[in-house]
């Protein structure tokens, strides 16, 4: 059984029949969301080794988490079972700690956690609420994070906030997912001709690297195309082999990696970005005409990329973001993982980086 099912049922068996007994009538949502190779469905018998089993977190509103979480935490822990469905109720270990703050209320003997939305959302964005949310706030937000707050499943959504917040947060606003691909293609355009530049030039080794790079760049791509957000590198090319388009783009990718020579890598990845613009011309997603040829006068196959970047651009109906130069998102402008977990690091990186 998968974590989600078990998590499911961990709640609507022993969970909500209890909460119902202890504290009737309590507003409340159920879910599981925020981390997990569970909320993707991506769990295996690997994955049990750590911050896995029956887990489910409450929210409620700031007035009831202050009157009921601690009170409801510890007496859970007095007629929590010891096994569900076989599988422990105590985590077998925990690299996430239990929640503790003044928003969230966890312990180390079971997976039932208490929160507030507020606390939960502040955590995926750096925001208590997504009133008057900016077109800076959205370029701020990691593709991951957005995925863990709206990946996973509701259990019960009593006023149905919970599900509301999802949905406002389920993909970019149109003009901000034109501007992600612009960025996107102009991340292609600054190296797709280096493949062939450093083979040409006897560094193999440094071709395949800079083709690896841009098999990533067309992956992201692929998933900005399909309109869904990326994971975090653990799970993207598990979540990229889900899409529809990765049909069609993996055979181009793989030859690219596995390709011997420069000019065979940079065939096939020409290939990819074909597919891509092809892709964006059938679904009329700011379609330009492709062209593949030579890169000026130099032999590298390459895409006319930077009409790609200019075709999205003009797309953008908001006159401020169609304004900004063509850098990118947070996880366009770094990978790093200590930054794009950190909500309030994200959102004053973009502003600093847009700042006049």
């Avoid at 270990?93 to 939305?117: I, M």
């Avoid at 959205?138 to 996973?152: D, I, M, R, V, Y």
């Avoid at 700011?286 to 790609?308: L, Q």
């Amino acid at each position: 059984m998968q974590g989600i099912e078990l998590s499911r049922r961990f709640y609507a068996d022993i969970v909500a029949p209890w909460l119902e007994r202890v504290a009737p009538g309590l507003p409340h949502s159920a879910a599981l969301i925020g981390y997990g190779s569970e909320l993707l469905g991506f769990d295996d018998e690997t994955s049990r080794d750590h911050n896995w089993g029956p887990r489910v977190h409450i929210y409620l509103s700031e007035a009831d988490f202050g009157t009921h979480a601690a009170r409801l935490l510890a007496d859970f822990a007095d007629v929590v079972p010891d096994t569900f469905l076989g599988e422990p109720a105590g985590w077998r270990s925990r690299p996430h700690p239990a929640a503790s703050g003044p928003d969230a209320a966890g312990a180390l003997q079971h997976g039932l956690e208490f929160h507030t939305l507020e606390g939960r959302l502040q955590a995926h964005t750096g925001l208590r609420s997504l009133e008057n949310l900016t077109t800076l706030d959205w370029l701020g937000l990691p593709e991951q994070s957005l995925l863990a707050f709206t990946a996973g499943a509701v259990f019960r959504d009593d006023g149905g906030r919970l599900e509301a917040l999802r949905k406002m947060l389920a993909y970019f606003p149109r003009d901000v997912w034109l501007y992600k691909i612009a960025c996107q293609w102009r991340r292609i355009a600054e190296e797709q001709a280096f493949v062939g530049r450093a083979g040409q030039a006897g560094d193999d080794l440094g071709s395949r690297v800079i083709a690896a790079r841009l098999c990533r760049d067309v992956m992201a791509m692929g998933f900005l195309l399909s309109r869904r957000y990326a994971p975090y590198p653990k799970w993207f090319g598990t979540g990229f082999s889900r899409l529809p388009i990765a049909r069609t783009l993996t055979p181009h990718l793989d030859a690219a990696l596995r390709a011997e020579a420069w000019q065979e890598r940079g065939e096939a990845l020409a290939a990819a970005y074909l597919a891509l613009a092809q892709w964006q011309k059938i679904n009329e997603i700011a379609p330009f005409e492709p062209v593949i040829g030579p890169y000026f006068d130099r032999p590298f196959t390459t895409i006319n990329a930077d009409d790609g970047v200019s075709s999205a651009m003009s797309a953008i109906a908001d006159p401020a973001l169609a304004a900004l130069p063509v850098v990118g998102a947070i996880d366009q402008v770094s990978d790093l993982t200590p930054l794009l977990t950190n909500p309030q690091k994200t959102r004053a990186v973009i502003r600093q980086l847009y700042s006049e």
